[in-house]
């Protein structure tokens, strides 16, 4: 038995998604730059010509040298404490990078009243890692003595309070300073002006007889 299907009919026309005969064939992709110039939405225009908003979405946005050059300019821009947190974690071990996370939680950490007891206070403005990482550099030197300091070496180094806690100063990366741990045990909870008074007092004594 043979079927004769009448490719007229509106509701059949609709389900192929055919054209009229006498309609001059164009891509789908103008059709949808067409209706879209015409300030249509995208729900509008998957409406009309029964396509997906995704597939609109493709065709409307940017070709590929487009977004090679978005690409480009996105890699460009990028912050430069994104560079200086990738630079130092290229030299610094896995490990490593969690224990100077660790120290500084245990900087900001420290409580005012008592050196054994830790409690998160005194801070105005919460910092990560990586914002101490931006301010000491991507090649940090002990800020007491200049000497370099490899972040490797966790043991080597520590995350000294500038202004001692006991003498009111605060868990803020403002008062952060990285420093060798032979300067940090001297300096223990003196003043930078009464750490340097000290350290001059002992050269005069050095020096007493030259």
């Not at 001059?24 to 103008?30: A, D, G, H």
């Not at 939680?105 to 998160?120: C, E, H, L, M, V």
């Not at 520590?158 to 300067?183: F, K, Q, R």
């Amino acid at each position: 038995m043979r079927v004769h299907l009448n490719f007229t009919h509106p509701l059949l026309s609709l389900f192929m998604n055919t054209r009229k005969p006498n309609k001059p064939f164009k891509s789908r992709k103008e059709d949808i730059l067409r209706l879209r110039k015409k300030g249509l939405s995208y729900r509008q225009i998957a409406k009309k010509l029964g396509c997906s908003r995704g597939t609109i979405s493709y065709h409307c946005g940017l070709d590929e040298t487009q977004r090679q050059e978005k690409n480009a300019r996105s890699n460009n821009n990028r912050s430069v404490l994104a560079k200086k947190v990738d630079s130092f974690k290229s030299r610094c071990t896995r490990s490593k990078w969690r224990t100077f996370r660790n120290k500084v939680k245990g900087f900001k950490a420290k409580d005012s009243r008592s050196a054994n007891t830790y409690r998160i206070n005194n801070l105005s403005h919460n910092f990560t890692a990586m914002d101490v990482v931006d301010k000491i550099g991507d090649d940090p030197i002990c800020y007491l003595t200049g000497r370099k300091i490899d972040l490797n070496k966790s043991t080597d180094y520590s995350l000294d309070h500038i202004v001692p806690t006991i003498l009111g100063g605060t868990n803020d990366l403002s008062n952060l300073g990285i420093c060798c741990v032979e300067a940090n045990n001297a300096k223990a909870g003196l003043s930078l002006e009464d750490f340097y008074s000290l350290c001059e007092e002992i050269l005069a004594w050095r020096d007493r007889d030259k």
